[in-house]
């Protein structure tokens, strides 16, 4: 048959042939319909063409018997194919459904999901999305927010020339489906990849449209300004990063008032929502202001230590001199959940180690975040672009931000177990720094001072439960079922209203036991926590690593043996000889802050300080060296390899304290770059 179509054809002038759409149309419906099944067919799926008019839709019974068509073709699993009979349709009659003029296939697809109630509309189109010029335009920018006030901005090419829309055509469209509840999107369909389950996933594809006006810039600008604002901060002089943080912490003194009442306003919101311990972290007071005040001055001393110093140095040949020097990581994003003083004490670190920084805390402090938050720029606005420190406002924009590699070097999740394996899941290729869970223990060996034991469990569990580094476990050796130690810290537990849950091995033991325990990886976060007895240090230990975090461990001995076995075999990033887990903390191991406590074993572990914040670069100065000539011929240069002073200063040192030889001075040179790495 085709061919004899083609024989018909043949003497056609088409030169002179002039192109009516509704003989378009109908020639390409059969055309259009074989592909869609060709398509399906690779699945299983059947489909049915169904050819729509105007009347279809401003007729309510022609409405209903579409609607009840398409609800059985749906209920039989077969995938209807809509389109406009365009054969046979008046364009020039103007058809008004609602607000719209139903002159296309946009505008059918828009009135076809009002009348269905369906959450969310794809316009395919051979382009990203909506862009402010024509696609290819030097100054076009793909639009990634569409709202009613975007029409302003866009300017629109021309449309097709057999069709009748364009994509002035499917704005008006999905603008008005959006004011009917139906979310739409617009994006590439030929792009090969799986943009519709993508776009049902909630990936940033295309453009979204939105009745909501733009509020500010978006997460890719805002991080690329982050980038940019970063490098300016880390070219500052290390005295003006100290002044930053120094200024910043006299703000949290001065401002304390009002920072206290924007606290007020998330304490009252939040009372019936949050759970104690979340409440508790919620927080502020003025004596946490002053300690986070003592605290940042404690960083910006510090911050004349970090970047740019040299950790190695060697002479690697003549005349070509290595060094290894610490630099900022790039730009961090730290995610917080109901800790808003984390967020003065994450900018200090991150201005000190000339890192840029996106902050996104939890909408249960938005009024204390952004007060903390205006508080940051301040203190940066004399010294650096105030970009490089970003407060992002929603939580739908970290998604989008977990995705922009280019800009985003390191998430660090500060919050519950549950938002830390989320943020672990969507990062992809971005790394993460942090823990989900602290399953901290406290075990109280045979040879134990039992006052001791009583006033550092207690600590442990009860100076503030809510805190990743409180105890959840505590491990008896059983030699203290008889020994008195058991009843003493039970009754003191009790005495500070904990919740005890039994173990199952001591519920063997008791007279009358409620229902032993039976998992022991709960972070209570609160006044709970599980007792349990061990036979044996080693038991205590296995515990542990079964049940454990890797957070904080901790031994209460007099015998400096098990004392040494328990260090060095609990494998976690913080264990402890006779002290509460409370220490587990960056203000009480002398780093200033914390950006959050790492249980990982790459790069950062424990409290994660300024140190935790750099990385290092190689910086190799020669003179005009090739490595051919260390490589062939027969005055090829040779390799040294001789470890340098770190410093000049440290070379004049050596100079005049040592007579020793090259040789000896050599060794010294390597032991100090050891230990200053160390």
């Known amino acids: 048959m085709g061919q004899s179509v083609r024989q018909s054809l043949r003497d056609v002038d088409t030169h002179q042939l002039v192109i009516n759409p509704r003989a378009c149309a109908g020639a390409g419906q059969s055309g259009l319909m074989s592909l869609y099944e060709a398509m399906f067919a690779q699945y ?121 829309g364009g994509m002035a ?39 979204f449209f939105s009745l909501n006006p733009s509020t500010g810039p978006s997460v890719e600008t805002q991080a690329h300004m982050c980038r940019l604002g970063g490098r300016a901060l ?29 606290n007020t306003l998330d304490l009252e919101a939040a009372k019936g929502t949050l759970s104690e311990h979340n409440l508790a972290r919620l927080q502020l007071s003025r004596d946490k202001l002053e ?29 070509m001199v290595l060094e290894q020097r610490t630099v900022p990581i790039g730009v961090l994003m730290v995610i917080f959940e109901s800790r808003p003083d984390a967020l003065p004490q994450v900018a200090a670190l991150s201005i000190a180690s000339g890192n840029g920084l996106m902050l996104k805390g939890g909408k249960e402090a938005k009024h204390t ?48 177990s549950q938002l830390v394996q989320s943020i672990q899941k969507a990062a992809g290729s971005i790394p993460v720094m942090g823990h989900a869970e602290g399953i901290c223990h406290v075990y109280v060996d045979k040879e134990c001072d039992a006052e001791q034991a009583k006033r550092i469990v207690v600590d442990a569990k009860c100076n503030y439960p809510a805190a990743c580094n409180a105890m959840e476990t505590l491990l008896l050796h059983k030699s203290h079922l008889t020994s008195g130690v058991f009843h003493s810290l039970m009754d003191e537990l009790k005495r500070n209203n904990v919740k005890i849950h039994i173990g199952p091995r001591l519920a063997m033991h008791l007279p009358i036991s409620p229902k032993p325990l039976e998992d022991f990886g709960v972070e209570y976060g609160a006044l709970e926590c599980n007792v349990e007895i061990v036979d044996t240090l080693q038991d205590a230990v296995q515990h542990i690593h079964t049940h454990g975090s890797s957070h904080t461990d901790v031994i209460v001995t007099e015998d400096e043996t098990a004392a040494e076995e328990f260090t060095s075999t609990v494998d976690s990033a913080c264990v402890f000889v006779n002290c509460s887990s409370r220490f587990a903390d960056g203000y009480r191991f002398g780093l200033g802050a914390e950006v959050g406590i790492s249980t990982s074993r790459i790069h950062a572990r424990g409290p994660v300080g300024i140190q935790g914040l750099l990385t290092t670069k190689w910086v190799l100065v ?35 304290c040592s007579d020793s030889s090259d040789d000896s001075d050599d060794e010294h040179f390597t032991v100090s770059s050891d230990e200053k790495l160390l």
């Open 44 to 164: 299983g799926i059947p489909c049915a063409q169904v050819l729509i008019t105007k009347p279809d839709f401003t007729q309510p019974d022609s409405r209903k018997v579409l609607q009840r068509t398409l609800n059985d073709l749906l209920s039989m699993n077969i995938v209807p194919i809509l389109n406009e009979n365009d054969v046979v349709t008046d364009n020039d009659a103007d058809s008004k459904y609602g607000r719209i003029n139903l002159n296309d296939n946009d505008s059918f697809a828009a009135a076809l999901s009002v009348e269905l109630g369906v959450e969310l509309l794809i316009l395919l189109s051979n382009v990203d999305g909506i862009f402010t010029n024509p696609p290819g335009h030097p100054n076009s920018k793909l639009i990634e927010t569409f709202n009613p006030q975007s029409m302003m901005e866009v300017k629109f090419g021309d449309k097709s020339s057999v069709g009748r």
């Open 169 to 207: 055509s499917k704005c008006s469209a999905a603008m008005w489906a959006v004011e009917n509840a139906v979310s739409v999107v617009i994006a590439n369909g030929l792009t090969g990849a799986p943009t519709i389950t993508d776009i049902v996933a909630g990936k940033n594809i295309g453009t």
């Open 622 to 656: 020669g003179n005009g060296q090739t490595v051919s000539e260390f490589t062939a011929g027969d005055n090829r240069r040779s390799f040294l390899f001789k470890a340098l002073p770190l410093t000049d200063d440290d070379s004049d040192s050596s100079d005049d």
């Open 369 to 416: 975040n952004q007060m903390l938050f205006g508080l940051v720029q301040r203190a940066l606005e004399k010294y650096c672009p105030t970009t490089a420190v970003q407060l992002i406002t929603s939580r739908e924009e970290i998604s989008d931000l977990l995705k922009l590699h280019e800009f985003i070097d390191l998430v660090i999740p500060r919050g519950s």
């Open 291 to 319: 300690t986070l005040a003592s605290g940042l001055r404690l960083i910006a001393e510090s911050a004349h230590q970090t970047t740019n110093q040299v950790l190695r140095r060697m002479l690697i040949a003549e005349d």
């Open 234 to 262: 880390a070219a500052l002089p290390a005295e003006s990063r100290a002044a930053v943080i120094t200024d910043l912490a006299e703000l949290l003194v001065r401002e304390r008032d009002a920072i206290l009442n924007a």
